[in-house]
Structures are given as C-alpha cells and as structure tokens.
C-alpha cells in the first residue's frame, strides 16, 4: 500500500542528515525491525555496498531516521526498498515469514550549490532622437551571496529588439526572459 515511508527532502549524496519519517502500526506484540536499501548507483539492484541504509534498526511507533547518501551515488531517479518485519536480517530480496515491503522511486540530487559566475552582457545603444545612448548590462545584477544555495532568485529581462512609434503608432517588443532560483 506504499504508505510507511516519506521523504522529507529529496536525497541528496554525499549529505549525512537524508531523513525519512517512517509510520508502522504493530499490533503483533513483536519487536519490528527495518531493513531499507537505495540503488545509489542505479544498477537495478540493492545489492552493492553501502546500499543497505537501515539494517535491523528496531522500530514500534512511528519515527524519523536520518541516513547517508554516499558522495559517488549517481544523480538522478533510482528506487528504494524498505522492509518492515518481525524477522531480523532479511535481504532486499527473498522470503521473509512476515512483515512488508515497499518500493519508492526516489530521486538524488547534488549537495553543490548552483554556481553563477559575473553576468557579461554586451553593451546596447539605444538610438533617441538621433542620440546614441549606450547601456552597460554587466554585472547588473550583482549579489555577492547568489549561489550559496540559500534560495536567492535571479532574474533578468534581454530584449532583442525595440521598437518605438509616435502618432498613432504603439510600442512592440521581443524579449527573452528568465527567472533561476539558486
């Protein structure tokens, strides 16, 4: 029913505060134990080391377990699998006498920041009236911090061509815009 476990922020590797809140409801009166793998190099199976993130970790209410993701794990979707039993020591795959087992597709992202270098835009003239006035762009955007990963936005506007009428005329323009978060 794929209901016991929630991410609570994406994977990210080499960070060793993941989190996962897992919910059981143990009516048995056993002790339960969790067993739970991420195919962190996404070879389709959970079988390599440093796979296993939770072996026998004794669980009877409902929890937050942190767990590493090692730095080399592959970016992008993989899948996880988390085993819930009253046996200790099951495999990722195989017979167990009792419990469950759920499978989640997850997704694991870097631990770098974005990094934006100095914005070089090419200087643009604007012709008014006959005057040529140039517009410097660089660095335009300056914000020392941008790229820290503290949730910094950049955006920027480029047009690529203006046009201005007067006398019943209106005002056109094309544009490029864009708007990152860092």
Do not use: C, K, M
């Not at 203006?162 to 005329?169: E, I, P, S, V």
């Amino acid at each position: 029913d794929e209901d016991g476990i929630v991410f609570t922020r994406p994977i990210v590797a080499g960070s060793t505060t993941n989190r996962v809140a897992v919910t059981v409801t143990n009516t048995s009166g056993l002790a339960g134990y969790l067993n739970a793998w991420i195919d962190f190099n996404q070879d389709g199976d959970f079988g390599d080391a440093g796979e296993q993130i939770f072996a026998n970790s004794l669980i009877n209410s409902s929890t937050t377990l942190p767990f590493t993701a090692p730095a080399g794990a592959l970016l992008g979707n993989t899948f996880a699998r988390f085993r819930y039993s009253n046996e200790r020591d099951v495999t990722a795959t195989g017979r167990s006498l009792s419990g469950e087992v759920e499978d989640y597709r997850v997704r694991i992202v870097s631990n770098e920041a974005p990094r934006v270098g100095a914005v070089a835009l090419p200087d643009i003239q604007v012709d008014e009236d006959g005057v040529i006035n140039p517009v410097n762009l660089t660095n335009h955007f300056a914000d020392n911090d941008v790229g820290n990963g503290n949730g910094d936005q950049l955006s920027y506007q480029l047009l690529t061509s203006l046009r201005l009428q007067t006398g019943g005329g209106g005002l056109g323009f094309r544009g490029i815009q864009h708007h990152a978060g860092v």
